[in-house]
């Protein structure tokens, strides 16, 4: 296996007009401008270390000036006013583009970050059109309430009367990850367009095209300026000066625990409200009589989709002791037998990662496990010295206090381990600071459930990992996040709440 694949030409119109050589800009106020300092920075395809195009290296001014126009249009009676009919409106209308433009958003995506195009094209594309979809339909529905009060000292005579009313929390920076670049944008798009909300959308620095792209889309759904802006640049420079904005009332994050935590100091001074999707280290509980058609295929998945670069990757496997052994040969030969390549490529499973260093992070992970006594049954290897490729890797006799078992790896990493009795199970898949997901493999529906009811995470899948849609609400417990994404939950965090008292 070669570590580089060659570049791929892109083949869809929309594509190519977007990578047509043009230095990339910033959408502010509905107007695309160069950055404020002029920089500007490479985003490559990692399967074959292609230059894709040069982004606008956005700073603190361009991150002002999105965030005055986000103010700006909050109270522009074009969006304020707007029906909520016509938001949902909107919201649908978005859906509908991003649909019809696909095959392109696929395709950019898959050249920008590696994923399969499988994944891009009949996964995640989809998914994002979905959530402009799921949440048009709340944007006439988000109610207050009358409330009948017990208020004793109202003037003789009179009544009180106090309703509760819903208003959009305000200008909302979204910063989001790489390894799921458009879905993440639209998880958060979606709920603050049907809140009401503004947007400054700051894309990962490594995958930003799909953003730009959706940009052109919503510009072209008739959005009103300033209500979505999108600033390309670092984390620590417009990432953190957004997250520390005086003007700027709700950070919506998706990424690393660190990251979070810088972010949740900065938003100090304004007390901006947060929700954070973090890391995870979800594990997956395979009983004994777990029906291994199922359970084999879904582990292999739940690790190995999107060459692991899932926050919810079921990074930890504990299989009864019964069938350990042999579960380990058969996930090793499920490993083995997934093809590496360009994710363009049709013949190809899995991708690169997202670029040569996140395979390198990956590698210490694994290399560090081997040098203390962890045994690799599968992969266990960068595919080259530079090579963004990972093989698909199975570990055993993994020490609970390795970092691979304590630490997000995000990579195609899974660690398999024994147990004897359920509550063993659930020691083991709670011996994490993460609480994000974890999937149970049984026919027992009795043990199903209390394993569900037992594990800490915001999410548990039975007989299934890494099930998605925007109707189920995702969030973390513990360290893996504040808030929840999807679901009624999702808009919540969108909304503030004003009771209204009145003397009548
Ligand atoms: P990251 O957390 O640094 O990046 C995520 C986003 O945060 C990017 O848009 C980045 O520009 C921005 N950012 C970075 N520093 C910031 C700051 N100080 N203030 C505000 N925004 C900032 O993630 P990174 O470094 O790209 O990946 C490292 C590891 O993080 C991965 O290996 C993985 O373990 C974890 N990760 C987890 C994700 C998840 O969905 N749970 C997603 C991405 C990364
Ligand atoms: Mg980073």
């Not at 899932?310 to 490993?335: N, Q, T, W």
Request: glycine share 10%.
């Amino acid at each position: 296996m070669t570590h580089h694949v060659p570049p791929h030409q892109p083949k869809t119109p929309g594509a190519n007009a977007l990578l047509a050589g043009k230095a990339k800009r910033l959408l502010i106020a509905n107007v695309w401008r160069t950055a404020a300092e002029g920089g500007a920075f490479a985003t490559h395809d990692p399967a074959s270390g292609a230059l894709l195009a040069y982004l606008a290296e956005g700073t603190a001014s361009d991150a002002d000036i999105a965030v005055a126009a986000a103010r700006d249009a909050l109270v522009d009676p074009a969006w304020r006013d707007m029906k909520p009919s016509a938001r949902g409106r909107l919201l649908w209308k978005i859906a509908d583009l991003i649909e019809a433009h696909a095959d392109e958003l696929a395709e950019l995506e898959t050249l920008d970050q590696g994923k399969s195009w499988a994944t891009s094209r009949m996964a995640e594309i989809p998914a994002s059109a979905e959530q402009f979809r799921y949440y048009a339909g709340f944007a006439n529905k988000i109610l207050g309430q009358t409330i009948p009060t017990s208020i004793g000292y109202h003037p003789p005579g009179k009544k009180l009367f106090a309703y509760t009313t819903r208003e959009p929390v305000g200008v909302v920076a979204a910063i989001t990850p790489w390894n799921s670049p458009l879905l993440m944008a639209a998880m958060k798009l979606a709920p603050a367009l049907c809140a009401g909300c503004t947007v400054v959308l700051k894309p990962a620095e490594e995958t930003s095209l799909t953003a730009l792209r959706l940009g052109e889309l919503l510009v072209e759904a008739g959005l009103p300026a300033g209500v979505v802006n999108i600033v390309t640049g670092f984390g620590s420079t417009v990432g953190a000066h957004l997250a520390a904005h005086p003007d700027v009332d709700k950070v919506a994050f998706t990424g690393s625990t660190e990251v979070g935590r810088m972010i949740v100091g900065a938003a100090q001074g304004n007390l901006k409200k947060l929700t954070l999707e973090l890391g995870g280290k979800s594990p997956a509980i395979v009983m004994p009589d777990a029906d291994l058609q199922l359970a084999l295929p879904g582990v292999a998945r739940g690790i190995f989709a999107n060459s692991g670069q899932v926050c919810v990757a079921g990074s930890r496997a504990y299989v009864h002791s019964s069938i350990h052994d042999a579960f380990v040969e058969k996930l090793a030969l499920e490993a083995g037998k997934l093809r590496l390549g360009h994710g363009l490529d049709p013949e190809t499973d899995l991708g690169p990662l997202v670029s040569s260093a996140q395979a390198a992070r990956v590698a210490s992970y694994v290399d560090e496990g081997k040098s203390s006594g962890a045994v690799i049954a599968a992969g266990g290897e960068r595919l080259g010295i530079d090579s963004a490729f990972f093989a698909p890797t199975v570990v055993t006799a993994v020490h609970p206090e390795m970092r691979m078992m304590r630490e997000e790896i995000f990579g195609p990493v899974i660690a398999v381990t024994p147990f004897d009795e359920p509550e063993e199970a659930l020691v083991l898949a709670n011996d994490t600071k993460f609480g994000l997901a974890a999937s149970v493999w049984t026919q027992d529906l009795s043990a199903a459930h209390r394993l569900a009811a037992g594990v800490r995470a915001g999410t548990v899948w039975i007989n299934c990992h890494s099930y998605f849609s925007p109707e189920l609400p995702k969030g973390g417990h513990r360290e893996s996040g504040w808030g929840y994404e999807n679901g009624p939950q999702g808009l919540e965090n969108y909304l503030e709440t004003k009771a209204v008292c009145a003397v009548i």
